[in-house]
T-cell receptor, first 116, second 112 residues
Framework: GAVVSQHPSWVICKSGTSVKIECRSLDFQATTMFWYRQFPKQSLMLMAT?????????EQGVEKDKFLINHASLTLSTLTVTSAHPEDSSFYICSASQPRNTGELFFGEGSRLTVL | GENVEQHPSTLSVQEGDSAVIKCTYSDSASNYFPWYKQELGKRPQLIIDIRSNVGEKKDQRIAVTLNKTAKHFSLHITETQPEDSAVYFCAASWGNNNDMRFGAGTRLTVKP
């Protein structure tokens, strides 16, 4: 099956710093990747849709200037949390779909961000 | 946009019993309905999915049913085992962009 890798798996940073999370499709090209945020004991909330070569589409209520998404290639999308604050602490997960578009999404391992 | 509701939020069953989780969706254009199992701190794992042209699908102890008219679908787990304990999410998506929306999740506990 398709493999999506996410890095880092966990990160601790100081308030006010920026953190970059990478999402890679290892054995397929992903024209579209998705970024989710999951708070403890809650569901996956779609933050944005990342399209290769174009600007990301953000969900309502998600600050695009705070959560910078770059999809520079067909196998890599990055999420940068800028000027992180403790309330940004969460589990961030990316997903990607294969080009044949079966509908199935393949998830990365997730990145746990803790902002002190 | 699509809205997916999931019930119950928690479910506790005795080992060997069956577990049923139900979801409803709002957008009649949705055509793909996966179920994911997520263990603490890990990525969601697809356990079964169903498309809108099918009413039921089964894979060993797991089955999913879909009622397009009523816009609801259910996950059925039979002969539950302690290792089935996890959080289960239903989801719905449509179109070519795989824009998927998740239910709130059900925390299933299987007591040995």
């Amino acid at each position: 099956g398709a493999v999506v890798s996410q890095h880092p798996s966990w990160v601790i940073c100081k308030s006010g710093t920026s953190v970059k999370i990478e999402c890679r499709s290892l054995d397929f090209q992903a024209t579209t990747m998705f970024w989710y945020r999951q708070f403890p004991k809650q569901s996956l909330m779609l933050m944005a849709t990342s399209n290769e070569g174009s600007k990301a589409t953000y969900e309502q209520g998600v600050e695009k200037d705070k959560f910078l998404i770059n999809h520079a290639s067909l196998t890599l999308s990055t999420l940068t949390v800028t000027s992180a604050h403790p309330e940004d602490s969460s589990f961030y997960i990316c997903s990607a779909s294969q080009p044949r578009n079966t509908g199935e999404l393949f998830f990365g391992e997730g990145s746990r961000l803790t902002v002190l | 946009g699509e809205n997916v509701e999931q019930h119950p939020s928690t479910l506790s069953v005795q080992e060997g019993d069956s577990a049923v989780i139900k979801c409803t969706y709002s957008d009649s254009a949705s055509n793909y309905f996966p179920w994911y199992k997520q263990e603490l701190g890990k990525r969601p794992q697809l356990i079964i999915d169903i498309r809108s042209n099918v009413g039921e699908k089964k894979d060993q102890r797991i089955a999913v049913t879909l009622n397009k008219t009523a816009k609801h679908f259910s996950l059925h787990i039979t002969e539950t085992q302690p290792e089935d304990s996890a959080v289960y999410f239903c989801a719905a998506s449509w179109g070519n962009n795989n824009d998927m929306r998740f239910g709130a999740g059900t925390r299933l506990t299987v007591k040995p």
